[in-house]
């Protein structure tokens, strides 16, 4: 799987679609993530896939909106410098224009900055919710001095394929996004672990995801002590997803053990879990958690994995339950699962069974997302204007700045005055907020390590900022050499 997708970024002045276009390409709405002062914005920051590529895109509509109570223009300013540290990370740009208002002063501003940056561009030329308006978009967009002019309606989802090919032509040969696509065929399935205490569903769970493939099992040796590996292939929206199930209740079905409780055995579950690239953990939504759950969900957080929890025989509530009290219920319970999304399910009536696909591939995608390091610290700025960390005595606990390190799981390095000074609570209220804004409903654990660094001269107070800056300069020389890629296949390809 890809560690480092190839970040595709949009830009253009306010009000000309940016955000509309983020949805439209990622095909989806995008969960809002974070209110400031009372303005709800959008994510930022997504990963997405087009004809099997994949890249992470970035809204810089988002990045400036929440800095002020309405929609700010990102060219101002501090919010334009924060731009350009987001689009030096980018391979490709997409500057979205409207053909309805043609080419505004503003517009020709965006260009100017968007030349310096010399970053290939590819123009959306949005709102052209007709034909005729389309057909008029390149003559009246040639002045801006781009080649690539995609005419685009949000509103109606056209020209979007037009737009993601060309873009993604742009993409450097050796960027992640191409690294992804051939490691993705070669790459091994995702290994996804069907844990849980005995007779909450376990088997029927495995049973029901095999459906046709059922057969295939008993082809299948047992290939460990503990556990079944069981290859299957589902299906979501039409992309196929192979997986493996680790099906830790299998061995039960070979040795035809009758006792359940014989059966089960928490070195059997651990192991599965070790060998877990995701766990599906199951508990029985109409009983409350037991000791036996909850030491299951303690070995899955100590394991760090991404999991679901999977709340079976719902068909066996009683009438009028809810669904936010169960899972209400189920978070005061275990607390410490709080990042693991809850589903409702019942197998044994086939309700919310397909769910569990779409989202094991949310969380393959989510697994892919590193965030840069510019969009980073502007999450950081932000999360740290909105809740400052309580101080403590006299002394305050500082962030200079954070950088991401690896994924999966997502590591954070934050870079601060003094450990001890960040309180337990707040350090997991910066966990809760990362996760939130960069990887919402995944199941994904958020490593947060905290180093102590001096603070040199002048930093205290923009500390982030500069860190961002610097991490520009180290950037440099690599995105000069994505620069010469790009104008080696250039040359290649008009040659
Ligand atoms: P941003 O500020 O650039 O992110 O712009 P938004 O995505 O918020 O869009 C601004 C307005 O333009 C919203 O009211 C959208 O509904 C509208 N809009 C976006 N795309 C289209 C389109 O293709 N056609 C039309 N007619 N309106 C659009
Ligand atoms: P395991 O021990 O976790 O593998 O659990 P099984 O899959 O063997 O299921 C235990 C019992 O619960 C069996 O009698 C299943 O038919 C039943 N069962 C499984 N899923 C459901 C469900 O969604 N609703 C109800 N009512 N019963 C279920």
């Known amino acids: 799987m890809s560690k480092e997708l190839p970040i595709i970024v949009i830009v253009g002045r306010p009000n000309v679609g940016k955000s509309a276009l983020f949805n439209s390409i990622l095909r989806k709405r995008v969960s809002i993530v974070h209110e400031q002062s009372g303005v709800t914005r959008d994510r930022v920051v997504a990963p997405g896939e087009f004809h099997g590529r994949r890249f992470l895109l970035v809204d810089t509509g988002g990045l400036g909106v929440h800095h002020k109570e309405k929609t700010v223009d990102v060219f101002d300013g501090m919010i334009r410098e924060q731009v350009a540290e ?152 039409g992309i196929e997803l192979p997986v493996t199930l680790i099906d830790t209740a299998g061995m039960r079905r070979q040795k035809q053990i009758d006792t359940v409780v014989e059966f089960f055995s928490l070195s059997r579950t651990n192991n599965a879990i070790k060998r877990a690239d995701l766990v599906l953990f199951m508990i029985d939504a109409t009983d409350p958690c037991t000791t036996q759950d909850r030491r299951i969900g303690h070995v899955v957080v100590e394991e760090r994995k991404p999991c679901i929890i999977l709340a079976n025989k719902w068909d066996l509530a009683e009438r009028g339950s809810k669904e936010q009290e169960v899972v209400a219920r189920i978070r005061a319970e275990m607390p410490f699962m709080n990042h693991a999304p809850v589903l409702l399910l019942s197998v044994l009536k086939g309700f919310n069974v397909n769910k569990i696909s779409h989202r094991l591939l949310h969380v393959r995608e989510q697994m892919g997302v590193t965030v840069p390091t510019a969009v980073f610290n502007q999450f950081l700025q932000d999360t740290l204007a909105r809740t400052p960390p309580p101080s403590t005595g006299t002394k305050r606990f500082k962030i200079f700045y954070g950088v991401m390190r690896s994924c999966p799981p997502p590591k954070f390095i934050l870079f601060v005055n003094k450990r001890s000074l960040c309180p337990r609570n707040y350090s997991q209220f910066l966990e809760n907020q990362i996760r939130e804004a960069f990887y919402p409903e995944a199941g994904l654990p958020i490593i947060l390590e905290l180093r102590e660094r001096e603070s040199p001269q002048g930093e205290k107070a923009s500390g982030i900022r500069q860190a961002a800056a610097g991490a520009k300069r180290r950037r440099e020389s690599e995105f000069q050499s994505v620069q010469r890629r790009i104008s080696h296949r250039k040359g290649q390809r008009n040659g």
């Open 86 to 237: 987001v689009v030096e990370e980018a391979a490709v740009l997409i500057w979205v224009v409207n053909i309805q208002d043609g080419i505004t002063p503003q517009d020709q501003e965006v260009a100017d900055f968007l030349r310096k940056s010399g970053k290939p561009v590819v123009i959306a030329a949005n709102k052209g919710d007709n034909v005729n308006a389309r057909a008029d978009a390149v003559g009246l967009f040639a002045a801006l001095g781009y080649e690539d002019i995609i005419p685009t309606s949000c509103t109606h989802s056209i020209g979007m394929s037009d737009l993601m090919e060309r873009v993604l032509e742009l993409v450097p040969a050796s960027a992640g996004d191409v690294e992804a696509e051939t490691a993705e065929a070669s790459a091994p399935p995702m290994r996804v672990a069907v844990v849980g205490r005995p007779n909450v569903g376990k088997s029927s769970l495995v049973n029901y995801l095999l459906g046709e493939q059922r057969v295939m099992v008993s082809d299948i040796p047992g290939t460990t002590r503990d556990a079944i590996d069981i290859p299957v292939t589902l299906e979501c929206d």
